[in-house]
Structure formats: C-alpha cells, structure tokens
C-alpha cells in the first residue's frame, strides 16, 4: 500500500497537536529525537517537507539490468544471508542475495550487523537502490532501502512515489516515512490561517491541500523538483506574509494615534534656495530620492526611510537636501555618523556648501567641555539647525528645541535602540536612515520591510573608476614595485590585512607582523596602523593624520571600509581577499577612487584558494557595480552571512528562498501593507496572530 493510498483524505484520525510519541512505531526514545530536531506533534511533521522523491512505481527484473548508476526497484526471496568483516573499512559487513527468478544480485549493508536479526532467509523482500560494480566485477547493490512484505505481498513504497526526508538522528528512512505517513492523517483537522479573501489575492491554493501535494505527489514534475509548485508557492508566501505583516503591524503600533505637530511645506520656492547650495546638477537618482523623501516629510505621518545608495552615488548630497528642506521650514535636523572622522568629515562639507543662514554645529565625545556647553545651549536655544555628531548626540543633556529630522548614516553600524533615542529627542521626527553597503532589493525588503525603500542607482557624471586586479601571494615582490612607483608619484595607500594578531584556528596574514615586514619594504616611507583595539581617539588621531597627508601607507584591519574620504589615497592592497565577502571587499574598494587621481585595488589570494574563492575574485574583478556585487554575495553566502554575522537580524526563511523568490516576497509585501494599513481583509492583529498560532513550534522559534 503506497504512501498516497496509506493517507486517503477520508482516512483522518488524529488531532495535529497529538504528540510523536503516540505515533505507531515513534515511543520514548524516537520522540525525544524528534523533539529535539523541533517536531513535537504531529503539526509539526506536516512541516518536515521532503528532500527528494523516488519513483518506485515500475519494479524491474534483475535479469534485465543492464547498467549501473540508475535506481532500481526490485522484489524477491532472499536466497542466503551472511555476516563477515570488511577486509578495506574493516566495519562489519551484512550480505544478502535477492533472488527474483529471472536471476540473484547481492545486497550490501555497511556497519550495520543487526540486519541479521531482521533480514532472514527466505524472507520476502521488496528493495530499492542504485546498482554498482562491486570488488570482483559483480554487480550489486550497497546500502538499498529495503522492507520485508507482508504475507500479501503487500509494501508501503512500491507502487508509490516515495518521499525522501530530511535524516534526523538515528531514525532510519523507512521508519521516517511511516511516521510522516501517520502525522499526515492529522490534516483533515489542520485549520487554515489565511482566509479566502487572502488567498484570492496571494493566488494559492488552501494549506492542507499544499501540504498533501508535497509529501504525496501524483508525479515528479519539474516545478516540485525546483521548488516552485503551487504547493510550494502556498507555504512561501504563507511565510513571507506572516513576517511582512509581522513588521507592519509593528510598525503600525508604534505611530498608533501619533501624527506629526508640525506642518512642513515644499514648495518651488524652497526647494530653489535648497538647489542654490549645490555645485553640480543632480543626478536622475538623486532628484527621484529627494522627490520621494520631500513627499514624506509632507505627510502627516512620520518618514521611516531607509537610502541605499553606492559609494560616491551622492548619498550626502541628499541627506543634506532633505535637511535643508526641514530647516527652510524652521526646524532643526541632525545627521548621526558611527565614527568621529566621519562626523567632521560631515560637517566639514556641509559648512564649505551651506551659506551663513545653515548654522552647522559639530558634537563627538572629544568635544571640550566648555565648547560643549555653549553648544547645548544653543541647540537647546534653537540657534543651531542643523547637528552633525557621532553617539554623543544620542546624551540625555543634548535637547533640541524642534527637531524634525534625523538623518542616521551607515546605519548598520547602530542598533534599533540607538536610532529610538535620536528619534525621541524630537516629536514624532522623521528617520533617514543610509548605508553605502548596497543591499539587494530583495534582501531589503525581507530586512527592512517596515521601512520605505529609496535607492541611488547611478554614479554622478566624472566619477573616477577604480580598477581591480587579482594577484596570487607569489606577485608579492611585483605588487610592492608597482606601489612604490605610485608613492612615488605622490599617492596614499591602504593596506589592509584580515586579523590583528596571529592566531592559531585561522591561517590568515596577520596585521601586526605585516605592518612590520610592510616598514622594512618602504624603510623611507611613513607607515601609520589603525584596527580595532584601538582607542576611539587613536584612530580618528591616526586617520586626522593620513588624510592631512603626514602617513603614506595606513595599514589596517577592515576598521576603514566606511565613510573614510582620503582624496589623494588611490592603492587600496588587500591581503587574504579570498577570505573576505564580496561586500566587504567593495566597501574596501570604495576608499579609494575619490580624488582625481587613477585609482587601484589589489586582491591577493593564496597560491591554495579554492576554485570557488577564485571564481568570486574573478567576478569581483570584472565589476565596479556594488549592486551586483552584493547580489552575488547574497547568492553564494546567505542573507545572515551577507551582514558578516548571523546575529545581524537577516530573517532564516524556512521556505522561502530570497533571491529565487523575490517576486513573491514583493507581493506578500504589498498584501500585507493592505492587510495591516488598509483594512482590506478584517483585523490584522487578528489575523497576525491565528498566522502565529498555526505556526509549528520551530517555525515560531
């Protein structure tokens, strides 16, 4: 009796939330296995989606075999059994000869000596398995899946197409299947979350029928081998809009009865003295952001905006003109920067565009106490309009008197609390949040679907390209050469090394011994380090020195992949490349390229990199585009390694893939916002949480 016939819809007779343990054949010991993989009940198994399926609906004759490699169904009488060792593994070895009339063929089991007492001869034998040439020449099977029939003759999987799951523990395939075949008589009771009117508009089919199709198809079609069936298309976008409406509702709660005290007006005339600050004409990109943040701070509801944009795309430009928009207006803003050589930096080209109208204040932690002072008064005063600082400004004693808009560069770099604090500073004031780390559309909108989405894709006209090459560690000596000739000729470098110090779990080049073996290479040239370990002040002091020209050649650990902008730095050298992802490397790249000198970035990788670490090199090489950089690196790392750690907050689908499924996380999305804000389908919240409720319990984990 195959799987589909052993569930038949009519058949349902146990409740989803009965426990593994009462399942036939689960007990004590089998239970506790599966709870500890995340499958308590039998709700739960309905999630426990095949790996792979096995057609196992045409047995063949063993007379009639002909090749190996392919799987073959057989059935038979075992003719003889035997135990012996193995004379290569030296692991107990389980042999038995199936005979099926037309002829025999052996069946190898591996470690696996306890067959003997449920394989024996003369029983009748149903087995699947991949046929191969053995030691002496002969054909025979190792390992098949196997199951002894009934006196009828009767087998669970012949005849059927078989699903293949997951292997969790010591829980062998077969018994896996019986008790997923069982769990499977719990769907007649399984309630579907999504009503009707949802899943008109998802356009999928009802939960317990997706389900059914997935662990007993009718055929092996492609669209089930790829992941792309209606029936997989049920439970992603079930997913993904369980998380979308997840973090609108959230967002919702938060402004719940909260609407913005103050009127801001864009009108053609301020938008004219805003323009009159600018050196150049703005990009298409960058009219169409600042369009799209003008018509949120007009709202009455606050702006929670994220701005993605490229290095050097223009980012600062319109953040600053966001800004200016809120202060034509009367109102203050303030910009947040994760470093202070970012912050002056910030503030520095503000101050040099804005006329006398803008006052720019400046406040990091090294700010003196008595300049601190007058300058909290004045913020406080509503003489300052607009503050560029770094966590200082997040201080309980920094007061504004009406600030309208926060502006959070690299926003990565601060947490979900910090950006709380810069918004509660002001009432009900509109977030900018930036990161020059670009971030595919798809991954965004999974991450930060309860921000709004505006993004800088192209580069202002005049942008000097860097050029990247890839060199194995044996074109050291060559790649000194040629940076040498470039200091020569007046430029800055960066050296960057993946590690501080030498370490014994990681065979990386650390910085400590290279700053020194990069001095004894340039003995005349002035070579500054910068890493982590040091002191906030060390490193702006360190890096206040580079960009005024006093070190030639900084040497440093990734502290330097954000917001440093060192014009005349062009040679960007990074050691162990391969070890880096992709990411990572291009906002390395983005140091340098910034002044109108012809700009580098070596890669060098080990003479030993695997072929995958040199594919990526090679098509990081071939590209300057951060977007499709990041697309990659998203495809080959993961979306929570993307961030380089999986505590980053990137979300684990359990169904949904990001990339593959990126159309679809873009409607759930959509039928989320009109669920949670719109009021399309009924109570959200409601619906929010009969989504959680029918959830199993690893999935809500």
């Not at 449920?118 to 398995?129: E, H």
């Not at 997913?239 to 009108?267: D, H, M, N, Y």
């Amino acid at each position: 009796m195959g799987l589909v016939s052993s569930t038949r819809r009519e058949q349902w007779k146990i409740a989803p939330d009965t426990s593994v343990q009462y399942l036939k054949g689960v007990g004590e010991g089998r239970a506790a296995l599966l709870g500890a993989a995340g499958y308590a009940t039998a709700g739960d198994l309905l999630y426990l989606l095949p790996l792979r399926y096995e057609d196992r609906r045409h047995p063949v004759r063993i007379a009639d075999i002909r090749s190996v490699r392919t799987p073959v169904l057989l059935r038979g009488r075992v003719s003889s059994t035997s135990g012996r060792p193995s004379p290569i593994r030296r692991l107990p070895v389980f042999q038995a000869v199936l005979d099926d009339g037309s002829g025999s063929m052996p069946l190898v089991w591996f470690n696996q000596p306890w067959l003997a007492e449920k394989i024996r001869r003369g029983d009748q034998l149903a087995v699947f398995g991949v046929p191969a040439m053995g030691r002496r020449g002969e054909i025979q099977i190792e390992s098949p899946d196997w199951e002894v029939l009934d006196p009828s003759g009767e087998s669970q999987d012949e005849g059927a197409i078989v699903p293949i799951y997951p292997k969790i523990a010591t829980i062998q395939p077969r018994v896996m299947r019986s008790i997923v075949s069982q769990a499977l008589q719990s769907l007649g009771a399984l309630r579907d979350p999504l009503p009707e009117s949802i899943r008109q508009r998802l356009d999928v089919i009802s939960l317990p029928e997706a389900i059914f199709r997935l662990h007993c198809p009718e055929e092996i079609t492609p669209d089930l081998i790829d992941g792309s069936s209606p029936a997989h298309r049920r439970l992603v976008l079930q997913e993904f809009f369980s998380f979308q409406l997840a973090l609108r509702l959230r967002r919702l709660r938060e402004e719940k009865g909260k609407r913005k005290p103050r009127r801001i007006l864009v009108t053609d005339e301020i938008r004219g003295r805003a323009r009159e600050i600018l050196p150049f004409r703005l990009t298409a990109a960058q009219k169409r952001v600042v369009g799209e943040i003008a018509g949120d701070l007009e709202a009455e509801r606050p702006m929670y905006r994220l701005l993605q944009g490229d290095v050097g795309s223009g980012k600062t430009i319109v953040a600053l003109l966001a800004a200016l928009l809120v202060i034509e207006n009367g109102y203050q803003a303030a910009i947040l920067a994760p470093t202070a050589i970012l912050a002056q930096q910030h503030a520095y080209k503000i101050r040099e565009l804005v006329d006398s109208r803008v006052r720019v204040a400046l406040l990091t932690g090294a700010t003196p106490a008595s300049e601190r002072k007058e300058l909290l008064a004045a913020l406080k005063n509503g003489e300052i309009d607009l503050l560029v600082g770094t966590h200082a400004l997040l201080e309980k004693p920094v007061e504004f008197r009406s600030l309208a808009l926060a502006i959070v560069d690299e926003q990565h770099r601060f947490g979900v609390t910090q950006r709380r604090k810069l918004f509660e500073k002001g009432a009900m004031t509109d977030i900018l949040v930036m990161t020059a780390t670009p971030i595919p559309r798809s991954l965004a909108i999974a991450v930060h679907g309860d921000l709004e989405l505006s993004v800088i894709d192209e580069l202002p006209p005049g942008r000097q390209p860097v050029r990247t090459v890839v060199r194995g560690t044996n074109r050291l000596t060559k790649v000194w050469e040629f940076l040498a000739g470039e200091l020569e000729d007046g430029a800055q470098a960066y050296i960057v090394y993946p590690i501080i110090e030498e370490s014994e779990k990681l065979d990386l080049k650390p910085l400590v011994a290279g700053a020194e073996a990069v001095k004894k290479a340039f003995p005349s040239r002035r070579v500054g380090v910068l890493h982590g370990r040091m002191t906030a002040a060390e490193k702006d002091e360190t890096m206040a020195r580079f960009k005024g020209g006093e070190i030639d050649i900084l040497v440093s650990t990734t502290v330097i992949e954000v917001g440093i902008d060192v014009a005349n730095a062009s040679v960007m050298v990074i050691l162990d490349a391969d070890r880096f992802g992709l990411s990572q490397l291009h906002q390395l790249r983005g140091r340098v390229g910034r002044g109108s000198r012809k700009s580098w970035c070596v890669l060098l990788r080990d003479e030993s990199s695997s072929e995958n670490a040199k594919t990526r090199l090679r098509m990081f090489e071939a590209t300057t585009d951060g977007f499709e950089v990041a697309e990659k690196d998203l495809e080959l790392r993961g979306p929570g390694d993307f961030f380089g750690t999986r505590q980053s907050g990137a979300p684990g689908f359990r169904f949904g893939h990001i990339l593959r499924d990126f159309r679809l996380m873009e409607l759930a999305r959509e039928v989320a916002i009109e669920a949670a804000e719109r009021g399309r389908f009924g109570d959200a919240a409601q619906l929010a949480k009969s989504l959680l409720g029918a959830e199993p319990q690893r999935m809500r984990d």
